[in-house]
């Protein structure tokens, strides 16, 4: 398994398969965002429209020889891809990515035979991305497949057979505020595959919470799966497609994946570093939770509402999800009982403060009362959205007032606080709020299930032994 | 059990406990907003501030003898409101709701003994709401316990034995465009009851969905329960809370219910017209579901994604619910062959449209073949935001072109369509396209799980005999 290390010093991209029909679209990424050099390929042209100043070439091997090429990025028809690929080896290119489809993709013995031909050619001196795939992400270095992708810079890795997938994660991922490192998105995964990617992840030291979207492994790799995954140090998120008959079917037509057997899947990530899931939301929520929280557990939790019966129904829920609301009771019931004096309220966990959410400061006492019990693992705080637009004492900014109290507990206490913001149809409060309380690392949830479910992941994950 | 029908005709309300320290809140809202007669009941005060016209009488029995009324708002502290539900019953007032707290709900005998003074005082003759509860939300008439509540009319009722539960369902499901008939929040429910809201809903012309959010049920009414609900004709969406231990004691504490066995509670609900359910967010979706598409199962889908990888991910979750992407073959295979030219489409279900998104035209072709065939009882369609904010082709309005097509689709199948619109972060466009989807009866789900499971709990209720 040879290292992709040296994606990190990518200098120089080339683009192949610029054309004027499609704007140039590709070239026109590239020169906006990428810092370091880039190239055109093309046969005829000699300049690109509105980029002057970007060198075009005939062949990636016309480009001067003391001008070195790192990446070639290729979208061209799939039968012309085999030829760029011994330019590449020529040229000493360390990485191509092959924009092109239907390849093994397409299901076709033409197809398979194409994608045997781009490794042959690559003489494992070139290293592919794709076929099928978008390529690589990389904020740190300004490469991204579609400018609408954002620059911000995190730790978050990602790899995923899927370009579609792999936009939904680093969008979705951004928007919560679980910025990214890089993403690979491998498509039909020719030459690297998921295990590749991980396998650096796990010792890149820009990378520190890995996503995984993986339809299969190449025959006999379950192994190698099962040692990286023993290996490695860092929460692994994954879903794992083809679970199911018909999914199996969708991605073998997908990424002419074979998906293996579930099972086997299950147990390699769960010996491992991994968590694996289902859903696209699951991913965000629980990395979320692990980004602003870190995969600590939590058994015991106080919960603060604004209501009574959504209090009743999260304690049914965490229960679930073999989460306690421990009884408050003895010293600090009697501290509670001198802050807890408004009819309507109660303070035995769950916690009703009903209008006393206008008292920030008995608040303020109660919380540290709280979370300076070590019966108590970490917080979670309810706040409908409606009370911030409709405040029962106008003028009150509760919005505010409770992020400054939150921010607050927060700096003082190491133990984990949660936020529900319901969905309710006040989508501007909601987000400002939830955008702030994010930036503080108090992870916002629109409702218990998702925060139950992080909270159960990360506490199985905890307990695992990883031997 | 004596009928609710008369709450229809509510024409005359008295608000008692209106104070100059709170802002007369009540009497405000209701000048504001009752479509009938206000008056203000204080022992002092000659005028309300601010509502010069607004009649105010010392008490109750003080308002003129042919002016009838016929609902009282009460909010006094607890040991004064027996002797106004004296002066109700003198007055042949028809409801009182009580908004005062500490009564059962405090834990405590004194609360208990006054609770049962209310019930002793009213004498069959007056029907109570709470106390503890806020009371009747009924927005053709403009009976609303806060001003922010919404304003419009529709045919969910809701009975809730919580006053924050009950502004949570109000607004999630007016912001889903599942408008409410009424609402009950029946807090101790000392006289009104959950049986009796939900044997009133059951004939009301006005409902025809309704949820309820229980925490408990006088002793001995299991048989009336299961009696209602086998008897009803509508869909019931009901969370039952105080399920787990720690659950029921924080539901003794809220409303000093006894939750009972859930078991017993599963049985009855899933014998009945009933869909027992966990958390606020199923019951939006579901309710979303139901009012858009009907109590109309699912069991076989066609699937079109704009990513094959969230293609594979759904095709997993559905089968995980039971339901079925059958694979696209024959005639249809071939009439699909020609739709589907671009490289990188797919269509044998899950259809991956890829940029086949901007031809609109071939995609309309291919739903109609689709939704043509009997093997295929609907369509679920992804939409990821980003395609819509970022157009691969400058100009096009995306959101325009796919609402206008899925429009022509629901109205000419019958077929159920549902659309995934992911939280990625573009919440303005994600939200316009929603709401004008939701306003033709096209239910929009943030990522599969909460469709899936819709179809699912529709499925068990439809396959239920309800004998």
């Not at 939150?406 to 606080?417: A, G, M, N, S, Y």
Request: aromatic share 8%.
């Amino acid at each position: 398994m040879k290292s992709l290390d040296f994606v990190a010093n990518i200098r120089s991209v080339a683009i192949v398969g610029a054309t004027k029909k499609n704007n140039y679209f590709f070239v026109r990424i590239f020169a906006e965002s990428f810092r370091g050099k880039v190239y055109a390929i093309h046969p005829e042209l000699k300049n690109i429209e509105g980029f002057p100043n970007l060198p075009v070439y005939g062949r990636v091997t016309d480009i001067p020889r003391n001008e070195p090429v790192d990446f070639v990025f290729i979208s061209l028809p799939r039968e012309k891809v085999v030829q760029i690929i011994d330019d590449c080896v020529e040229k000493h290119v360390k990485l191509v990515s092959i924009f092109t489809t239907n390849f093994a993709d397409e299901g076709t013995e033409e197809g398979c035979r194409l994608q045997s031909e781009l490794i042959e050619h690559a003489k494992n001196q070139v290293r592919i991305i794709g076929p099928n795939g978008m390529g690589l992400y990389y904020p740190r270095l300004g490469i991204r497949w579609r400018s609408s992708l954002p620059i911000e810079i995190g730790s978050t890795g990602i790899v995923a057979q899927s370009g579609g997938f792999s936009n939904l994660l680093i969008h979705g991922l951004t928007s919560e505020n679980v910025k990214v490192s890089k993403a690979f998105s491998i498509g039909n995964a020719a030459d690297i595959n998921a295990l590749d990617v991980l396998n650096y992840f796990k010792d890149d030291p820009e990378t520190n919470l890995i996503i995984a979207y993986i339809e299969g492994l190449p025959e006999g790799q379950g192994h190698e799966l099962l040692r990286i995954m023993k290996d490695c140090k860092k929460p692994l998120l994954m879903i794992k497609g083809g679970r199911s008959k018909s999914g199996s079917r969708a991605a073998m037509t997908h990424t002419a994946s074979l998906v293996g057997n579930y099972t086997i899947w299950k147990d390699a990530v769960h010996q491992g570093c991994g968590i694996l899931l289902r859903s696209f939301d699951d991913i965000l929520n629980i990395a979320k939770y692990i980004k602003m929280i870190g995969p600590q557990p939590i058994h015991n939790l106080a919960l603060i509402s604004l209501s009574g019966g959504y209090g009743v129904v999260c304690t049914d829920m965490l229960a679930d999800y073999g989460i306690q609301l421990p009884l408050i009771e003895g010293t600090l019931s009697d501290t509670l009982s001198h802050l807890f004096t408004i009819p309507g309220t109660s303070f035995k966990n769950p916690l009703d403060i009903a209008v006393m959410l206008y008292e920030i400061e008995k608040l303020d006492q109660a919380i540290r009362a709280i979370l300076s019990d070590s019966r108590f693992d970490g917080l979670l705080f309810e706040i409908a959205p409606l009370y911030i637009a409709y405040p029962m004492r106008p003028g009150v900014k509760l919005d505010d007032l409770l992020f400054g109290l939150l921010k607050k507990i927060r700096e003082t206490f190491k133990k984990p606080i949660g936020v529900i913001i319901e969905d309710i149809g006040f989508p501007e409060i909601k987000n400002a709020l939830k955008t702030r309380l994010q930036a503080i690392d108090i992870p916002v949830f629109n409702d218990i299930e998702p925060f139950a479910r992080s909270i159960h992941a990360v506490n199985e994950f905890v307990k695992n032994p990883r031997t």
